[in-house]
């Protein structure tokens, strides 16, 4: 019965994250071909409290404000892009205690995982194309910087406590 109770709060706290991730997604400021929003910060915060099932909130509430903000094409690849990088963070963030250096590097990873799947799938010939693709390099990194900015300071507050 204890087990099942765990796995039905691990799924509301998944719901209730891919809320704040599709709420924070819709902060956003419009660049040439997307936006940029602090989605992400949310992700990381989820993955330092969730560990890697933080897959499904980033993959489901950045997909889900894809769809609302008219962007279908990228529905698919956020999914994956957001959910590999929900993922990756909440596994190397799994430990309990994580140095501040630590965060800003699963951070980094992370962020580059986004920023490198966003230019490979915007790179493709149905898509943008190689150029047009590296118009949003900056705004990506920007997006990343902003990301970790946020994360690192919010989960070294002593009240933020990993929910496993």
């Known amino acids: 019965m204890s087990n099942n109770k765990s796995n039905l709060q691990k799924i509301a706290l998944c719901g209730v994250a891919a809320a704040f991730v599709f ?27 969730l560990g890697p ?19 279908a094409q990228y529905i698919i690849p956020t999914f994956v892009i957001k959910g590999i990088m929900g993922f990756a963070a909440g596994k190397l963030l799994s430990k309990d205690d994580i140095s501040v250096v630590k965060k800003i590097l699963v ?22 194309g190689v150029e047009a693709a590296a ?16 994360f690192v300071p ?3 507050i002593p009240a933020v406590k990993k929910r496993r």
């Open 23 to 49: 709420i924070a997604t819709q902060i956003r400021v419009p660049t040439a071909i997307g936006y940029i929003n602090l989605g992400d910060a949310v992700i990381l915060i989820a993955s330092f409290l």
């Open 53 to 71: 099932i933080a897959f499904f909130p980033a993959a489901i509430g950045s997909a889900l404000s894809d769809l609302l903000a008219g962007y």
């Open 107 to 128: 951070g980094v990873l992370a962020e580059l995982i986004m920023i490198g799947g966003y230019f490979v799938f915007e790179s493709l010939p149905f898509m943008y």
């Open 135 to 150: 118009g949003s390099l900056l705004f990506n990194m920007i997006q990343g910087v902003a990301a970790i900015v946020i």
């Open 154 to 156: 919010v989960t070294s």
